[in-house]
């Protein structure tokens, strides 16, 4: 979230929850009365959702009315506009940096309790696996293709894709995805069923993907491996977003 929005969202938003503080209804004789009433109610209802939203400590909603009311009746504030602005831009990078440094913290003791559990086993790169039926046919290579049913979630429960939900199998090479899908694949039979716990440096990283996979976020996957198509690789270079599954 840029600077300009953030700004702009408060100062739209805080409308509303000055609106909020009325002691009796009021009275909307005039046309140009309702609009600001209902500007207030609109953008207040949307403004409350987002401070329950926000990570961290809870807002204090009397010292920001406080800071709105001064402003918006250009009374004398505590802090300059420039002040404000700059403090917001301080805080909100704060808040950030340690809501990702949190995010890596849970995910990485999720993956040392998972890893102590008897039914996973941990690959030298730090992938963990968890065979929940092995199949008879084939291993793949990374020179393969394959044709999988696959659920990816988060540590968390969040789902962020899913073949199954779409009911389409993906096809895809193995050169085509992340390190943890390609290593995880070449461990299973053709026709076994399991979950890979991908951790974040196999996957997507500080980076994340797009705004479901965050930063430094663990990835499960329970897989299915349908097919192990020999000798036919897919190109690097053409694939397309509807054949790939998130973890490529």
């Known amino acids: 979230m840029t600077q300009r929005t953030i700004t702009l969202a408060l100062t739209l938003l805080l409308i509303g929850v000055g609106a909020l503080t009325a002691a009796e209804p009021p009275r909307l004789i005039t046309s140009q009365d309702s609009a600001a009433y209902a500007l207030g109610v609109a ?5 409350g959702q987002n401070l329950a939203q926000m990570p961290g400590e809870p807002i204090n909603k ?7 009311t001064a402003a918006l009746l250009e009374q004398p504030t ?3 506009n420039e002040e404000a602005q700059a403090f917001l831009s301080t805080y909100f990078q704060q808040l950030q940096e340690q809501m990702i440094q949190e995010t890596k913290e849970r995910n990485e003791a999720f993956l040392k309790s998972n890893g102590q559990r008897p039914e996973v086993k941990t690959t030298e790169s730090g992938l963990q696996y968890e065979i929940l ?10 020179e393969d293709t394959v044709l999988v049913h696959y659920t990816g979630t988060l540590i968390d429960g969040t789902k962020f894709d899913s073949s199954v939900d779409r009911g389409e199998p993906a096809k895809f090479g193995l050169l085509q995805v992340i390190p943890g899908w390609t290593e995880g694949l070449c461990l299973l039979p053709q026709g076994s069923k399991a979950k890979l716990y991908i951790p ?3 996957a997507y990283g500080e980076r994340g ?3 479901m ?4 976020a663990t990835l499960i996957f329970e897989i299915e491996l349908l097919e192990v198509i020999k000798g036919e690789p897919i190109p690097l270079a053409t694939p397309t977003t509807a054949q790939q599954p998130t973890g490529k």
């Open 209 to 211: 993907a797009g705004n």
């Open 213 to 216: 996979i965050p930063p430094h």
């Open 78 to 80: 505590v802090m300059t």
């Open 62 to 68: 009397e010292l920001l009315l406080a800071g709105f």
């Open 133 to 142: 039926s092995e199949g008879k046919g084939p291993r793949p290579t990374v």
């Open 200 to 202: 974040a440096r196999l």
């Open 43 to 47: 953008n207040g209802v949307g403004f």
